[in-house]
């Protein structure tokens, strides 16, 4: 009898397993559609919750959609927990902390409560628009973004110094140039750079403006440099979005790992790409 029940159980934990982790069969298709409305609509909640006159009128109908969707967050985290293969090492990946923030901030309110000697956990309770973050890992493709700007961080790190240099050095230019006219704005390097920072990302707020025309032109000069670089991110991140696209893609199936959850493995892959664990449920 303990053997038909614990071979129940493991039966149990691999149909939960699968449709909790395994997002191309019909249950763990539903069950994604099912978890990413009720992100939305959770994250929405968050939002509302800070319109004062709707919070007025409708708090208690936020704080009943907010524990329902954190009962159903918490419930989604401890099934994970439990039909993992090693617990702790989905409890300590990315999305298992991601999952369990979700959770967290409304306990904390419930046991902390909300007055002013304990101001931090409003702040805390902010955590909640974490839940955002769940959508990656049930959105198809999104592997193709992570690993896309994961390959070009190298070459964006690069380029975005060389636009914190390029508009340090044209903030100051028009800070020497501005900075001795009378009731200017360029009243420091800093707002300055602030300036330029605005004109070459072609924002352009209009809360400081040039007044001499050698100002204006070196203005003209950031605004059309930053027409010329504004897509060199973008083209960085697409090309390598392209190339892993084409040559790694197609060869990953859709198997999760047993044990962190991560998907994107090679259809004859072993063990997991991210924790190290066998992909074998059975051991």
Known sequence: ???????????????????????????????????????????????????????????????????????????????????????????TSFFGIVDFLCCLPAYIV?????????????????????????MVNHVHGADVILHGLARSRAKITVFFFAIVLFSTIAGTVMYFIEGGQPNTE?????????????????????DVVAQTELGQFVTTIMILAGYAVIAVPTGIVTSEMMKDQSSQMPDRSTDACPSCGVHGHLPDASYCRRCGSTMDEDE
């Open 1 to 91: 009898m303990d053997r038909d029940s614990a071979t129940e159980s493991v039966s149990l934990k691999r149909k939960v397993r699968t449709i909790i982790f395994e997002a191309e069969t019909p249950a763990g298709k539903a069950f994604d559609v099912a978890l990413l409305w009720c992100i939305v609509l959770s994250v929405l909640v968050v939002m509302l919750e800070t319109v004062e006159s709707v919070d007025t009128r409708y708090s208690g109908w936020l704080l009943f959609f907010e524990w329902f969707f954190t009962g159903i967050f918490t419930l989604e985290y401890v099934l994970r927990l439990w039909c993992s293969k090693r617990s702790s090492k989905y409890a």
């Open 110 to 134: 419930l046991f902390f409560g909300g007055s002013s000697a304990f101001g931090i956990v409003r702040a805390l309770r902010l955590l909640r628009m974490f839940r955002v973050l769940k």
């Open 186 to 206: 360029f009243t420091s390097i800093p707002k300055s750079i602030y300036y330029a920072i605005v004109s070459i990302s072609t924002v352009g707020y209009g």
